[in-house]
């Protein structure tokens, strides 16, 4: 007898509190429309609630909060959810009527993300325990930048100019198997390559530059010599390979030299050096000079160019000798490479 009495105590204290345990006649289901979609992609998540009863019901409060990993867009019906709250609000739900509303957002992560929706009144009524979820699994993703700029925009025939691709990693994951192309046009020669990591080819011109963590950069200096005139060269440097996805659908950079015509009386000869200093198996770019000799008689004097490299450090195994030792270079014994043309 008491303990009939405690449990009648209990049920009306929980309807003098408006509570409901569980909610009969009333139903929540939750889809999206992409289950496998790519990081930045736009996914449409529905909620259907369905009044299975046999009465009207009033005031269902549904709670939707929108994932940190999801950025809202849009919900329509327009005006019924509040993306600051999470609300959606039903006013009258006849019976056996059915609502739905889709809500739009674009994925801002990689990985699984679970989006919660859940009854959490009616008739001002509590709701516990009524609620409904769907997943979505995004593969890893990394937004590659790519940047390439040169030293001298204007340079003369038979200078040297100094290319620089960059390449950033924002994330969101780290991005492996990056390789970069970057083959100079014709009108340019390579005097030297120094990347900040990795190996550069100079047969395919690929640099292969491996695995990027999120924030992290790697550069690739190219140091070349002009040898066409009265011209204008675009160099491109283009992300060809990366395994992580990438939203950008041609990672591609590139810079342009307006080279003037020459002047042939002028030059009879020129001299270029390339100085690399070597440290064990190290070998780092002191600098590369440039020199036309004026012709005798002509009022053009001697007309000298440095380009000087940042001085990267250069393994020995990184970078194929091929690549260092370029047609008519030479490692002299004191450690620095030269280069002469007559």
């Known amino acids: 007898m008491k303990n009939h009495f405690i449990i009648l105590l209990t049920i009306a ?3 003098s509190l408006g509570v409901v345990i569980a909610q009969d006649g009333i139903e ?22 369905n009044n299975t009863g046999l009465s009207e019901l009033t005031e269902v409060i549904v709670t939707d909060e929108i994932p940190d990993e999801l950025i809202f867009l849009s919900a329509s019906p327009e005006g019924v959810y509040n993306p600051d709250t999470g ?30 929706a859940n009854i959490t009144s009616v008739d001002n009524r509590i709701v516990d325990g009524l609620g409904d979820n769907a997943t979505i ?16 925009p204007e340079p003369n025939y038979l200078d040297c100019v100094l290319w620089t691709v960059t390449v950033n990693n924002p994330g969101p994951d780290p991005a492996t198997g990056v390789v970069v192309q970057d083959i100079p046009p014709a009108g340019l020669e390579i005097i030297g390559v120094y990347p900040t990591k990795g190996t550069f080819d ?6 292969t530059v491996g695995t990027l963590a999120v924030g992290e950069t790697a550069s690739l200096d190219i140091i070349t010599k002009v040898v066409i005139s009265d011209t204008s060269i675009t160099n491109i440097a283009t992300i060809i390979q990366q395994n992580e996805f990438n939203p950008v659908t041609d990672p591609t950079a ?52 440095k380009v000087t490299d940042p001085g990267l450090p250069i393994p020995v195994t990184g970078v194929p000798i091929a690549g260092l030792l370029i047609s008519g270079l030479a490692l002299a014994g004191s450690g620095l490479l030269s280069k002469f043309r007559k």
């Open 87 to 116: 609300i959606w609000k039903i006013s009258n739900l006849g019976a056996g009527e059915a609502v739905e509303l889709k809500i739009t957002t674009t994925v801002n992560d990689t990985g699984e993300i679970i989006n919660f």
């Open 13 to 15: 204290l929980i309807l």
């Open 254 to 305: 590139s810079a342009t030299i307006d080279v003037p015509p020459a002047e042939p009386d002028a030059l009879i000869n020129v001299n270029q050096s390339v100085q690399v200093e070597q440290t064990g198996t190290q070998f780092a770019v002191a600098e590369s000079t440039s020199t036309a000799v004026a012709a005798a008689g002509t009022d053009h004097a001697d007309k000298p160019r």
């Open 137 to 152: 699994n995004v593969p890893p993703a990394a937004l590659l930048e790519i940047d390439k700029t040169v030293d001298d």
């Open 28 to 49: 929540i289901t939750k889809n999206v429309d992409n289950e496998v979609p790519n990081y930045g992609d736009n996914v449409i998540w529905t909620l259907t609630v």
């Open 202 to 207: 100079a047969d395919s011109g690929n640099w």
